[in-house]
Nanobody
Framework: QVRLVESGGSSVQPGGSLRLACSAT????????MAWFRQAPGKEREAVAH?????????ADSVKGRFTVSKHFTSDEETVYLQMSSLKPEDTAMYYC????????????????WGQGTQVTVSS
């Protein structure tokens, strides 16, 4: 059973940076698509970025040029990162890590495994 645990969420001022991490246990196959989603209060969940098994990255228009997704998969460690820069108040949300065996997509329906989320708050 795959388990995903996010960390790194915090409160930060506008223009600041944060790095989120998603630690995967349970022998997540390296070819899985890994993604970050977010959900703000009263809003629908939206995709932020995903990275395919071969390292191809895709971003939502709202975060292009500000966020970077990466991963570090070894025999001992499986971690996906989301480096966030130039943060805006509208980036405030609960951020979730997700994994799925299908082709990478910004649709949440493809992803089988989800973490519990980490809160990011951007406020002055």
């Amino acid at each position: 059973q795959v388990r995903l645990v996010e960390s790194g969420g915090s409160s930060v001022q506008p223009g600041g940076s944060l790095r989120l991490a998603c630690s995967a246990t349970g022998n997540l196959y390296y070819a899985y698509c890994m993604a970050w989603f977010r959900q703000a209060p009263g809003k629908e969940r939206e995709a932020v970025a995903h990275i395919s098994g071969d390292g191809k990255k895709t971003y939502a228009d709202s975060v292009k040029g500000r966020f970077t997704v990466s991963k570090h998969f070894t025999s001992d460690e499986e971690t996906v990162y989301l480096q966030m820069s130039s943060l805006k108040p509208e980036d405030t949300a609960m951020y979730y890590c997700a994994a799925g065996s299908g082709p990478c997509t910004l649709s949440g329906g493809m992803y089988t495994y989800w973490g519990q989320g980490t809160q990011v708050t951007v406020s002055s």
